[in-house]
């Protein structure tokens, strides 16, 4: 079932979509600047283009799409919710434009990305953000990033490594816990490796 609205709608409410689970496709007027809190939660989507003029995407929004294989962000997006595509098992790849600040608490949790490029701005991500990310193999993280939560990379079991940013002073609690890693470069001015932050690292040899 597809679902196309006008340009004249400027504005959707929280949950307005959520659970339509035959719904597959939506195109979404020029007339929006934010997608609400679990608007699309746990539909049908396969795919979606969110305009340019969308600043920001609620938590949640996009949450249990199970069957969302594409995603295309606007430039103009400054904000992304927390869980917003938590648990896109079928989301294989995913641009984020260069105006994010933050990723923020299992915003990727649990989707099928083999790949993501954290762009340059970003300062901080949050607890879980890549977590159960199973087939996720390569992460390339900007300098600016420096604030990481816990659990950020737990049970990426195909991730090798990753290069940490220069001026990163901590690892935190469980960061890589059960992930594939298998070599890393502790910055120099690390200060920190909290508790379980490599923990079940079985393939961890230098």
Sequence with gaps: TDL????????????????????????????????????????????????????SIGTDAFRLCTKLTRV???????????????????????????????LP???LNGTGLRSITVPEGVTAIGNDAFRDCRELEEVILPDTALDYGTFVFMDCTKLKNVK??????????????????AEVEIPVGVKLIDRFAFSNCSNLKT
């Design 72 to 102: 295309s962000l606007p430039d103009t997006l400054k904000t992304l919710g927390a869980g917003t595509f938590m648990q896109c098992s079928a989301l294989t790849e995913i641009e984020l434009p260069v105006g994010l600040t933050e």
């Design 105 to 107: 608490r299992a915003v």
């Design 4 to 55: 196309v609205l006008p340009d004249t709608v400027t504005e959707l409410g929280s949950y307005c979509f959520n659970f339509c689970s035959a719904l597959t496709q939506v195109e979404l007027g020029k007339g929006l600047t934010r997608i609400p809190d679990s608007c699309f939660q746990q539909c049908g989507l396969q795919e979606i283009v969110i305009p340019e003029g969308v600043t």
């Design 164 to 181: 940490l940013p220069d001026g990163l002073t901590e690892i935190p609690w469980g960061m890589f816990s059960g992930s594939g890693i």
